[in-house]
């Protein structure tokens, strides 16, 4: 499983993995795709793109390079699918 918190090792137009809770719902979260690109707020950072919101891609953001490693890890943290 390969979790990567070092978040200089991305690059715009890349696809990631990262866990999404239902902001409606908090107890439903999700593995779900996002996409690497320059952060419109703050010129020379990388931010992650999901549902038409910008996330600032920094060390706390467990981010994973497949869907197979972050589904790993959904199942070892909330036990269901």
Known sequence: MEVNFDYTSYNPGDVVYVFYRNPHTQD???VQAAAVVNNPENPGELA???YETYY???NDMA???SEAD???AYEQYFGYK
């Open 48 to 50: 992650i793109f999901l």
């Open 63 to 65: 981010v994973y390079a």
């Open 56 to 58: 600032p891609l920094t």
């Open 70 to 72: 972050a589904l790993q």
């Open 28 to 30: 439903v979260a999700n």
